[in-house]
């Protein structure tokens, strides 16, 4: 018998737990920050309102529909062929896994060395010393080892268990801290490079914003990836998907826009330049900040528990797509899928924790290939193919949708996709920039 979540509050708070993870409070500060600020902020927006929630509606409904996994789902739904798209999930989720663990092994670092203040006086110094090597590989397998442990347990009685103590605890502490960083010297110009958007460089700077605006919408809303195909397949007919997609992408849009509430005001009242680039800004440039800001090692302790925390929630969401794969397709059991994919995804993230320019290899593959292909081939399938069947679907539990249905169709039918594929050429041409330059000078110095 297929599991399924113990309440509605259960599916939603996993949903928003997955959302919710290292895509908020890692990705999205160094994101916004290199997208100058408001700038970047106004199109993620956008991308999550015009693109996003129809995009989430999708897949929340293809899960229902099928009760199966990515690979059956899109198999069932589509026909055999439409198995290989879900493999792309799968593969999406496997390589976003693999790096997230060492990313995330950073952050518990972080949260225990708060405590003794280690990376206050000298942050650049401190990160380099533990991104690699021997540090980073003992917490790759802590952090592993926390998520296969947690998933193993089953849907109910580990993941659902899980996120009702943490996403809350997440909400609780962001606002908490967005209220503290609000009585900081330079909150005010950080509300303004934060809030008060410039059209003009939006204009001017469309084709790099663009990709990291639409990958940044999708990889934090755990969409292309298949997580939210697998979450809805343990939740019963007379759901109303539009409410619980709603949900989902409100709370974890909130969570977003709180966590540049914390971040941006942070670096301003030191003077610190938000565009630092890099998957490191947090734990250079903000950490760097935290020395000279009252209470500064007890607000690093309580912003980097709230990311170990985020980073748990999200992680078990995606290894349980790999591992709700291997069960609906190969029969597997749930431990030993579990240890399977866990263990391969730990062998694949292992380069990272030799050089972190492995993240970049990793992440711009993920988030802008990948998981925005993934997307264009089931928003052809859904709103081409099937429009019907996932209109049928979307209304069970709703009711007759009339117009607003077929808004919804043609929503995904034209601006979505047309918005997908200019989003996935322009990430290519980013991966092209990015291997024929930081990778090859690090492959051949």
Known sequence: ??????????????????????????????????????????????????????????????????????????????????????????????????????????????????????????????????????????????????????VALGVRGGIEAAVKVMVPAIVVVVVALAVYAGTLEGAGAAYAYYLSPDFGTVADNWRSILPKAAGQAFFTLSLGMGVMVTYSSYISEDRNLLEDGGGIVALDTFIAFATGLVVFPILFSVGIDPAEPGPGAIFITLAGALSDIPLGAAVGALFFGTVSLAALSSAISLLEVAVSHLIDERGASRKRATLVVGAAAYVVGLPVT??????????????????????????????????????GELENGVGQLGTLGDAWIWLVRVPVLVVLVVTLYLGVTDYVGFLRTDFAEFLFG
């Open 1 to 150: 018998m297929r599991e399924s979540w113990g309440t509605r509050v259960g599916f939603v708070l996993a949903a928003v737990g997955s959302a919710v993870g290292l895509g908020n409070v890692w990705r999205f500060p160094f994101q916004a920050g290199q997208g100058g600020g408001a700038a970047f902020l106004v199109v993620y927006l956008a991308f999550v309102l015009l693109i996003g929630f129809p995009a989430m509606l999708v897949e929340l409904s293809l899960g229902r529909r099928t009760n199966l996994s990515p690979v059956g789902a899109l198999r069932e739904f589509g026909g055999d062929a439409w198995r290989y798209v879900g493999g792309v999930f799968v593969l999406t989720v496997f390589v976003i896994v693999s790096y997230y663990s060492v990313v995330a092994g950073w952050v518990l670092r972080y949260f225990v060395d708060s405590f003794s203040g280690a990376y206050l006086s000298e942050p650049a110094e401190h990160f380099a010393e533990i991104a690699t090597g021997l540090d980073a590989l003992l917490l790759h397998t802590l952090f592993m080892a926390a998520v296969v442990g947690i």
């Open 354 to 391: 030799y050089d972190i320019v492995f993240v970049n290899l990793y992440d711009i593959l993920a988030a802008q290939i990948l998981l925005v292909a993934g997307s264009v081939l089931l928003m052809v399938l859904v709103a081409w193919l099937n429009p019907k069947e996932a209109l």
